[in-house]
């Protein structure tokens, strides 16, 4: 079996062995907890140097009443000794232990001499430990001593007998655990969380392995045993405080003990000196939570509730002063107290949810919902709506809609115009958030109806900026800045900073995605800036978002980036996933749109693993994904952009839609194969007819006229899409140059002249579209044109990045830690090439740095 990180020890065992065979003899003391690896360490030494000595082992039991002697009996049956009848007694021990000396002595060959588990030693054999080590350097032998330090505490006999032993004759080694690094390695390899395992076992081998050998939330047989086998060798009082500490998930404040129960504290010393405790910031804890689980895990239901009891009424004791709410719900939880647990779940919630801890505070929210026990409307109603609200902030859109439809119907009930207005505006939102135009449009329609004949309230100009936020999204700019304005009325009348933040960002946004670009970004800066001040997470998100995204469509792809680095760590800080997610989305297809097409699909692919994803974001990462496939000429782009299209067609909104559109139309150009039927396009034709809008026109109207040779005129055209001779094909090409899209500047390149269509080709075999090179390599052979650049080679298809192969030769001599001029001289090439090769390698490996490129290049496979 391969030891991991064990080499400097064996590197020590070697070192040491060869000093004894130089004639004079040591000992090693080699210490570590249960499963530290002791054995095994031994056991592959002891392979290792099985020709060069004699080796004898014996081992300490733990019995009840351990045997006199039995690591030396071992040895004798080894040596094929009779073993003496009876007790030796103490007057014929240094006769005894002289005679086994000389059975083991060999002048010529080396004598390994192996005692296991010493901290389990007979009073007898530790005398002959003593006897032996104090004449070790005058034999040619080497005593390895193995002890669990977790068992010695400081006044058993193995601490005396190494203090009587002279320092140069004997060396400890204490082994240590894993490295977090390590276990993570370990666990990757099975398909495991690494930091899960680590947290666990603390890196001990033993815990590792079991733990990895058979994954799951429960203690491993194996672990259990030996762990139950120390628990049951201790007395009452010290078990009984390893079960109280075993019903606590959190550590245990040293405090507390006295109020507890003061007859606790010499049990918990001798086990923190034993090492199955630990300390740490006045705080006592199992040193592995394997322990804290089996021990719990063997608990009666009834033992485990008088404990949970116990710790529950200590706790309440002092709550003004610790605030430890989270932990009072666990116990109360455990020793069945529901009221309590009702009691305090909400005020956990609203502290979680108050330092941006949103999925914590949904989770405590539910608690409270499925605890209680009571029917009283005004609680369910409190518990429905908060948790719904939370439920909307962490991307859990199905639970949201079914909390605030239950608020809903309580609400009708009630017979409460506002709050029956209100959830319904929050409805139609998160229907909009889960795919499902129709819905929500009801909903807003409906919000609309109820609280337009009441006085002014949030609820109301809530509703407006809502309508003015569907309106944004369907590009109808005057009813969203009618809706809008009149929601900005009501909010400033009610000096409403919340609604107001609401309703800047629609207006704000509406004006930014209709050509008003400046007087847009200045609202939605208003928005955000209002929203960071009061602390309104989720409108701080929407500005972040909008503003993000915008940026993206205009193709300032600088200013997106600020925006998105901004506003994914602010949501991340928050628990804000729906909004951290969605931007990631757009994060993807910036990396698409700016030719870093491994990132995009590693963030595509990353969102589309989770199978619950909403439809707004599941519908960008599948258009990324299938895309970057499709120009590659790799299989199913077509199954994934017609799911996308399903759902795209279902949010009626042209941001959704025009982009999957456009991308069939892109397939339709590249594999020559009609996917689209008329009546689907006229209807977008339809849709975008004298809009102004830039949610994906211009690109629709693009590869509407490069596929279907159809043209389509639009008011407000970008530079990088205008596209009707020469002259403009290469202000495109500039146009995209400047803004970083490389395969949009080759598109462009394409379209005007024979040499520029060569430049064109070259880029897109850079990128590794595959498909893109061989469809444009056929249109340039139609038209006659000569010396079309070579594909991409077969020695550069062996590798995933389409390294050339003097690009991998100039990075296998970067490997190696050359210079440009080194590197240039051992090819024959000159140090401007290199630089040149270097500079592809980069771009290709999409690093920024030579040391990077050799790290990429191996995690790869590229190289070796």
């Known amino acids: 079996m391969e030891l991991i990180e064990r080499d400097g020890f064996l590197t020590a065992l070697r070192s040491q062995f060869e000093l004894v065979s130089e004639g004079e003899g040591h000992t090693i003391f080699i210490g570590g907890e249960a499963g530290i690896g002791k054995t095994s360490l031994i056991k592959t030494f002891c392979n290792e140097v099985k020709n060069k000595c004699s080796i004898y082992q014996g081992i300490c039991d733990a019995l009840f009443t351990p045997r006199p002697l039995a690591p030396l009996y071992d040895v004798l049956l080894q040596l094929g000794k009779t073993i003496p009848e009876g007790n030796i007694d103490i007057t014929n021990r240094t006769a005894f232990f002289t005679n086994f000396l000389?059975?083991?002595?060999?002048?010529?060959?080396?004598?390994?001499?192996?005692?296991?588990?010493?901290?389990?030693?007979?009073?007898?054999?530790?005398?002959?430990?003593?006897?032996?080590?104090?004449?070790?350097?005058?034999?040619?032998?080497?005593?390895?001593?193995?002890?669990?330090?977790?068992?010695?505490?400081?006044?058993?006999?193995?601490?005396?007998?190494?203090?009587?032993?002279?320092?140069?004759?004997?060396t400890r080694l204490g082994l240590l655990p894993l490295s977090k690094q390590a276990?993570?390695?370990?666990?990757?390899?099975?398909?495991?969380?690494?930091?899960?395992?680590?947290?666990?076992?603390?890196?001990?081998?033993?815990?590792?392995?079991?733990?990895?050998?058979?994954?799951?939330?429960?203690?491993?047989?194996?672990?259990?045993d030996s762990i139950l086998s120390v628990y049951n060798k201790m007395n009452e009082k010290t078990k009984h405080v390893w079960e109280v500490l075993s019903v606590l998930p959190t550590a245990f404040e040293i405090n507390y003990l006295d109020k507890l129960d003061?007859?606790?504290?010499?049990?918990?010393?001798?086990?923190?000196?034993?090492?199955?405790?630990?300390?740490?910031?006045?705080?006592?804890?199992?040193?592995?939570?394997?322990?804290?689980?089996?021990?719990?895990?063997?608990?009666?239901?009834?033992?485990?509730?008088?404990?949970?009891?116990?710790?529950?009424?200590?706790?309440?004791?002092?709550?003004?002063?610790?605030?430890?709410?989270?932990?009072?719900?666990?116990?109360?939880?455990?020793?069945?107290?529901?009221?309590?647990?009702?009691?305090?779940?909400?005020?956990?919630?609203?502290?979680?949810?108050?330092?941006?801890?949103?999925?914590?505070?949904?989770?405590?929210?539910?608690?409270?919902?499925?605890y209680y026990q009571g029917n009283d409307e005004d609680t369910l109603i409190q518990f429905y709506e908060s948790y719904a609200y939370e439920c909307y902030l962490t991307n859990q859109a199905r639970e949201a809609i079914i909390y605030t439809t239950k608020a809903l119907d309580i609400w009708k009930k009630k017979n409460d115009i506002e709050k029956t207005g209100n959830s319904m505006r929050f409805l139609?939102?998160?229907?909009?958030?889960?795919?499902?135009?129709?819905?929500?449009?009801?909903?807003?329609?409906?919000?609309?109806?109820?609280?337009?004949?009441?006085?002014?309230?949030?609820?109301?100009?809530?509703?407006?900026?809502?309508?003015?936020?569907?309106?944004?999204?369907?590009?109808?700019?005057?009813?969203?800045?009618?809706?809008?304005?009149?929601?900005i009325v009501i909010a400033k009348e009610l000096n409403d900073e919340e609604t107001l933040s609401h309703a800047l960002n629609n207006v704000g946004t509406v004006q930014m995605t209709h050509g008003s670009i400046q007087k847009g970004n200045e609202l939605l800066q208003q928005s955000l800036a209002i929203a960071v001040k009061n602390s309104y997470n989720e409108h701080a998100a929407r500005a972040y978002t909008n503003l993000s995204c915008n940026w993206v469509m205009l193709k300032n792809y600088r200013e997106a980036e600020n925006f998105f680095d901004q506003g994914i760590r602010y949501c991340e800080e928050r628990d804000l996933d729906a909004w951290s997610l969605y931007m990631l989305a757009w994060v993807a297809r910036l990396k698409l749109e700016t030719g870093h097409w491994k990132e995009a699909c590693n963030i595509a692919e990353g969102l589309l693993k989770n199978e619950a994803q909403t439809p707004i974001i599941r519908i960008i990462v599948l258009v990324v994904v299938a895309t970057i496939q499709m120009r590659r000429g790799e299989d199913d782009a077509l199954g994934q952009l017609m799911e996308a299209r399903k759902m795209a067609s279902e949010s009626m909104e042209s941001q959704r839609?025009?982009?999957?559109?456009?991308?069939?139309?892109?397939?339709?150009?590249?594999?020559?194969?009609?996917?689209?039927?008329?009546?689907?396009?006229?209807?977008?034709?339809?849709?975008?007819?004298?809009?102004?809008?830039?949610?994906?026109?211009?690109?629709?109207?693009?590869?509407?006229?490069?596929?279907?040779?159809?043209?389509?005129?639009?008011?407000?055209?970008?530079?990088?899409?205008?596209?009707?001779?020469?002259?403009?094909?290469?202000?495109?090409a500039a146009f995209w140059e400047r803004n970083g899209s490389p395969y949009e500047e080759a598109l462009a390149l394409f379209e005007a002249s024979d040499e520029s269509k060569r430049k064109a080709i070259a880029i897109v075999q850079q990128l590794g579209a595959t498909a893109v090179y061989e469809r444009m390599k056929f249109e340039m052979r139609r038209s006659g044109i000569k010396k079309i650049p070579r594909g991409i080679r077969k020695a550069t298809q062996s590798n995933p990045e389409f390294l050339t192969d003097r690009e991998l030769d100039v990075l296998r001599l970067l490997q190696e830690g050359l210079h440009n001029k080194e590197i240039a001289a051992r090819l024959f090439i000159s140090a401007k090439t290199v630089d040149h090769h270097i500079s592809a390698i980069l771009y290709k490996l999409e690093v920024n740095s030579r040391t990077k490129a050799v790290h990429e290049a191996e995690k790869l496979g590229i190289i070796k």
Not at 689 to 698: K, L
Request: hydrophobic share 40%.
């Open 102 to 170: 000389h059975e083991l002595s060999d002048g010529k060959k080396v004598t390994l001499v192996v005692f296991e588990d010493i901290h389990w030693a007979d009073e007898a054999t530790l005398d002959f430990i003593k006897f032996l080590a104090r004449r070790i350097t005058q034999l040619k032998c080497f005593f390895i001593l193995t002890y669990r330090d977790t068992e010695i505490d400081s006044g058993h006999p193995l601490r005396n007998l190494m203090g009587q032993l002279n320092p140069g004759s004997f």
């Open 183 to 224: 276990v993570e390695k370990m666990a990757k390899e099975r398909g495991y969380n690494g930091e899960d395992v680590y947290r666990i076992t603390n890196g001990n081998p033993f815990y590792v392995t079991e733990i990895l050998a058979s994954y799951s939330q429960g203690v491993p047989d194996n672990i259990k």
């Open 262 to 370: 003061a007859s606790y504290i010499p049990a918990v010393q001798n086990c923190i000196d034993s090492k199955i405790l630990i300390v740490d910031n006045e705080r006592i804890l199992f040193k592995h939570e394997l322990y804290r689980r089996t021990i719990e895990s063997s608990l009666s239901p009834l033992a485990r509730i008088v404990l949970n009891k116990k710790i529950l009424d200590l706790l309440l004791e002092s709550f003004e002063e610790n605030q430890a709410t989270e932990r009072i719900i666990h116990h109360a939880k455990n020793a069945n107290e529901y009221d309590l647990v009702v009691k305090y779940a909400p005020v956990a919630a609203r502290q979680a949810a108050s330092v941006g801890a949103h999925i914590e505070a949904a989770r405590l929210f539910l608690t409270a919902i499925e």
């Open 428 to 487: 139609s939102r998160l229907w909009w958030w889960n795919g499902n135009w129709n819905r929500a449009e009801s909903f807003a329609k409906e919000a609309i109806e109820v609280l337009d004949n009441q006085p002014s309230s949030k609820a109301k100009a809530m509703a407006y900026s809502n309508m003015a936020q569907l309106k944004m999204l369907t590009e109808k700019l005057d009813e969203c800045l009618y809706w809008g304005e009149k929601a």
């Open 657 to 732: 839609i025009l982009p999957v559109l456009s991308a069939l139309l892109e397939y339709e150009w590249i594999t020559g194969s009609a996917v689209l039927d008329d009546k689907t396009l006229d209807v977008a034709k339809a849709r975008i007819a004298g809009s102004e809008t830039i949610f994906g026109n211009r690109e629709f109207v693009f590869w509407l006229r490069k596929a279907r040779k159809q043209n389509l005129t639009l008011k407000n055209i970008q530079d990088g899409y205008y596209i009707d001779n020469t002259e403009s094909a290469l202000t495109a």
